[in-house]
Structure formats: structure tokens, C-alpha cells
């Protein structure tokens, strides 16, 4: 049973599949993590985003416990991500690490929730449950900023809204993998709903579905 949670950046699907997993008990893999673990390990060698040969080492040789760090949930990690994230190689080289967990989810679990951007169209065209997640941008900004501000980083609400504007459409425009929503996902806007509307909103798409396949 596999759910697939895809969206742009602060649109609450990582609390959205965290809740989802904890729900149905199961397995949970927040696949950003993979990408800012390439991009930051990039950048702790001293080395270029963008520089395919550099990214592509680094994805290729990521431990687990690299996936723990600190550093991962900070703005230079997002944005080192989704230069990462653009290229071709980094992108094969961590598909099989997806694949397996949601085939074989850790823990004898009966399911896995993946979130990304290309979870539904690439990592799990089959998935059984596919949600799009979505809201405005400045909506998105704003959570963001909170999120920063809550960690004690210093942030700037304008400062925000540039960096998703600019990773939104790095996201999106990329040849490989681009983030979209699958022709079978079902969209859910959370512009206007708090986290608990969210997941309510996700449990009446995701629980007939889940029912009917763990009967
Ligand atoms: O939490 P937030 O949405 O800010 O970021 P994230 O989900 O941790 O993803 C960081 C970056 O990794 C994104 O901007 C994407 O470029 C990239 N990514 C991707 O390309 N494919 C995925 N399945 C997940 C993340």
C-alpha cells in the first residue's frame, strides 16, 4: 500500500505524510531529505550545486546517516537541493533507495507514504492514494518564515518569498522529473486549511483506499 504526497516547497506535505503514516502506521520517507543531504554534502566539500560530476559522487556514495543532520532543514541545503535535484544523475542514482522502501516498507509496515516532487509521475507511478498539495505562494512564504523564525534563524518575509518563487520555477522547469501533479492525482489546495483541515481533508481521500486494500 503506498501513498504518494507531491507539492512544492512549504506546502505542508511533509506534516501531511507525517500524520498520514502515524495514522495508518506506515513507514514514512521525506524524500527532500535525500536531495539536501546531496546538496549540502556538496557543499561541505567545498564544491559547485551545479557541477554534475561533483553532485553525482556525492548521491552515489550518501550513507543513512548522513539523512540526520541538523544542517539539512537550513535555506543553503534547500537551495543547494534543488540545484542537485535538476540533474539526471543524482536523480538516478537515489531512485533505487525510494523504490526499495516503498516496496519493502521498513518494519514490517503494511505501507509507505513518500513525499517529493516527482513521487506520483516517477518513484511511484503505481501508488494506490496520489495527492497533489498545494497553496499559494505567499501562503507558503509565510509558513516558511514562521517555521524559521520558530527554529531562532533570522528571517526576512520577502527574503522567503524570492527563494520559493526562484526553487518553485527550478522545480518546475527542469527537463528531468519536473515537479507536476500526476494525471491521477487528487489535488488538495491547503491555502485556507490549518494542518488539522489538511489531514482531515487527505484521511476522507486516503482511508476508503486504505480500507479496501488492507481488508
Ligand atoms: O520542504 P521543502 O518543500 O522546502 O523542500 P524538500 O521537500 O525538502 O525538497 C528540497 C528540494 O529537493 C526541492 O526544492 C526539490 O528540488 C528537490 N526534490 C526533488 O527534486 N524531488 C523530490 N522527490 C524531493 C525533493
Known amino acids: 500500500m503506498i501513498i504518494a504526497i507531491d507539492g512544492p516547497a512549504a506546502s505542508g506535505k511533509g506534516t501531511l505524510a507525517r500524520r498520514l503514516a502515524d495514522h ?3 513507514a514514512y520517507l521525506d524524500t527532500g531529505k535525500l536531495y539536501r ?12 550545486p551545479e557541477d554534475e560530476d561533483a553532485a553525482g559522487d556525492v548521491a552515489r556514495n550518501l550513507q543513512p546517516s548522513q539523512l540526520d543532520d541538523d544542517e539539512l532543514k537550513s535555506d543553503a541545503a534547500a537551495s543547494a537541493a534543488s540545484k542537485v535535484a535538476a ?16 516496496a519493502n516498507p521498513p518494519g514490517g509496515k503494511k505501507g509507505a507514504i513518500l ?8 518513484v511511484c507511478p ?12 505567499e ?9 524559521l523564525l520558530q527554529r531562532g534563524e533570522t528571517s526576512i518575509y ?22 507536476k501533479p500526476a494525471e491521477d492525482a487528487t489535488m488538495v489546495d ?23 486494500k488492507l481488508r
Open 115 to 122: 513525499d517529493g516532487r516527482d513521487i506520483g509521475t516517477v
Open 37 to 48: 543531504a546531496v546538496g549540502l554534502g556538496v557543499l561541505r566539500l567545498g564544491g559547485d
Open 190 to 212: 491547503t491555502s485556507a486549511m490549518d494542518a488539522d483541515q489538511a489531514f482531515e481533508a487527505a484521511l476522507k481521500i486516503a482511508s476508503p483506499v486504505v480500507a479496501e
Open 158 to 179: 520577502e527574503r522567503v518569498l524570492e527563494d520559493l518563487k526562484e526553487r518553485d520555477a527550478r522545480d518546475s522547469a527542469r527537463a528531468v522529473a519536473p515537479l
Open 126 to 137: 503505481d501508488a494506490d492514494v496520489k495527492l497533489f498539495v498545494t497553496a499559494s505562494v
Open 139 to 147: 501562503v507558503r512564504a509565510e509558513r516558511r518564515h514562521k517555521e
Open 24 to 26: 495508518f502506521d506506515f
Open 87 to 102: 540533474i539526471e544523475t543524482v536523480r538516478a542514482a537515489l531512485l533505487d533507495f525510494q523504490k526499495s522502501l516503498a
